[in-house]
């Protein structure tokens, strides 16, 4: 599926360098994450401290990330504000960096918006050369790393890193052995397909999270595609009812909740995640325009993957070969996307 996007590298992965493209990785990670008065009263020392968090989407595109890095540089900002430190403060990047043409700049790009001028003299590596893209394991495993890594005052290289490419950063830690430094905070920022965003903020023991009120979070509306139709009142109709649910789920209106969506574009599943999505800013009577963009939250979640796109998938193969495979279809049973 990834070389039939064409994003995989010919040879070993280089991130920010040349040859462009991704090398497929495997692999998994755990780490333990405990409130700090409760590690106190254990007397247990953590390796470090997870200071702030932020998470963003771009609604850009199924699988390319948005090239002006917006939706990437909201994440980082996010995780900034919710550490309570300043751009100036962070010590190093632990970058996405998968190799990709289009993911490289973008990231690039939006590590320019989020430290302006700082990002040209910021250590900024990725570890792509070394694990190789790990799919949904590939934000803990390099967790895992940047936890070494502050541990022993040094900063990770990215490997195999040769001739430079444009819109990439110019200290991306090129080399084969670790770089020592001095870091108190790092950012370490992963991206998805379906452009969902992630960058967490991870701090030397000793660091103190700001004091911050707590805040209500507010659910202001729900929307629910199933057998049961496609409005909360059938759905709980059909809870009470207390009997078994249709196999199929009914045809759902999209134009008349989703005026400009291309039903013709998307797979059933595709329609209903939409359609749930749309009936959700419905219910909760709000529009997403302007800020409101970057105020709200939609949470939104599938069973199972597109039958349709599943079948789609394996009859490209089936036909054409491996080489022929359909790329909407595999981009649409990647789950995240």
Same mark, same amino acid.
């Given at each position: 599926?990834?070389?039939?996007?064409?994003?995989?590298?010919?040879?070993?992965?280089?991130?920010?360098?040349?040859?462009? &493209?991704?090398?497929?990785?495997?692999?998994?990670?755990?780490?333990?994450?405990?409130?700090? /008065?409760?590690?106190?009263?254990?007397?247990?020392?953590?390796?470090?401290?997870?200071?702030?968090?932020?998470?963003?989407?771009?609604?850009?595109?199924?699988?390319?990330?948005?090239?002006?890095?917006?939706?990437?540089?909201?994440?980082?900002?996010?995780?900034?504000?919710?550490?309570?430190?300043?751009?100036?403060?962070?010590?190093?990047?632990?970058?996405? &960096?998968?190799?990709?043409?289009?993911?490289?700049?973008?990231?690039?790009?939006?590590?320019?918006?989020?430290?302006?001028?700082?990002?040209?003299?910021?250590?900024?590596?990725?570890?792509?050369?070394?694990?190789?893209?790990?799919?949904?394991?590939?934000?803990?495993? /390099?967790?895992? !790393?940047?936890?070494?890594?502050?541990?022993?005052?040094?900063?990770?290289?990215?490997?195999?890193?040769?001739?430079?490419?444009?819109?990439?950063?110019?200290?991306?830690?090129?080399?084969?052995?670790?770089?020592?430094?001095?870091?108190?905070?790092?950012?370490? !920022?992963?991206?998805?397909?379906?452009?969902?965003?992630?960058?967490? !903020?991870?701090?030397?023991?000793?660091?103190?999270?700001?004091?911050?009120?707590?805040?209500?979070?507010?659910?202001?509306?729900?929307?629910?595609?199933?057998?049961? &139709?496609?409005?909360?009142?059938?759905?709980?109709?059909?809870?009470?009812?207390?009997?078994?649910?249709?196999?199929?789920?009914?045809?759902?209106?999209?134009?008349?909740?989703?005026?400009?969506?291309?039903?013709?574009?998307?797979?059933?599943?595709? !329609?209903?995640?939409?359609?749930?999505?749309?009936?959700?800013?419905?219910?909760?009577?709000?529009?997403?325009?302007?800020?409101?963009?970057?105020?709200?939250?939609?949470?939104?979640?599938?069973?199972?993957?597109?039958?349709?796109?599943?079948?789609?998938?394996?009859?490209?193969?089936?036909?054409?070969?491996?080489?022929?495979?359909?790329?909407?279809?595999?981009?649409?049973?990647?789950?995240?996307?």
């Amino acid at each position: 599926g990834f070389h039939s996007l064409g994003v995989m590298c010919p040879e070993k992965c280089a991130p920010f360098s040349l040859p462009v &493209g991704m090398t497929l990785g495997e692999g998994a990670g755990c780490a333990i994450i405990e409130p700090r /008065e409760q590690a106190e009263r254990r007397g247990v020392r953590p390796l470090a401290v997870l200071l702030g968090y932020g998470t963003s989407g771009d609604a850009y595109h199924e699988t390319t990330p948005d090239p002006s890095g917006t939706g990437i540089a909201r994440a980082i900002a996010s995780a900034l504000r919710d550490a309570g430190i300043a751009p100036g403060d962070v010590g190093y990047v632990k970058a996405h &960096g998968s190799g990709t043409a289009a993911n490289d700049q973008a990231e690039w790009r939006a590590l320019q918006r989020v430290f302006g001028a700082y990002a040209t003299v910021m250590p900024v590596s990725s570890l792509k050369g070394a694990l190789g893209h790990a799919q949904g394991a590939a934000g803990i495993l /390099e967790i895992v !790393v940047a936890l070494l890594a502050l541990q022993r005052g040094v900063v990770p290289p990215t490997l195999h890193h040769g001739k430079p490419r444009p819109f990439c950063p110019p200290d991306p830690v090129a080399g084969s052995r670790p770089r020592s430094a001095d870091v108190r905070h790092a950012v370490c !920022v992963n991206s998805a397909f379906g452009g969902a965003n992630a960058a967490v !903020v991870l701090s030397r023991p000793g660091a103190v999270s700001p004091e911050r009120p707590r805040r209500p979070l507010w659910i202001l509306g729900a929307g629910a595609v199933g057998p049961h &139709g496609h409005t909360l009142e059938s759905l709980a109709e059909a809870l009470r009812a207390d009997k078994p649910l249709a196999r199929r789920t009914p045809p759902v209106p999209l134009a008349g909740l989703v005026p400009t969506a291309d039903p013709r574009d998307l797979d059933p599943a595709s !329609v209903f995640l939409t359609a749930a999505a749309a009936a959700a800013l419905r219910d909760a009577g709000i529009g997403l325009h302007g800020s409101g963009r970057e105020r709200y939250g939609l949470i939104v979640g599938t069973t199972r993957v597109s039958a349709q796109s599943a079948a789609e998938f394996r009859c490209s193969i089936d036909e054409r070969g491996l080489a022929g495979l359909s790329v909407r279809a595999f981009a649409r049973i990647v789950l995240n996307a």
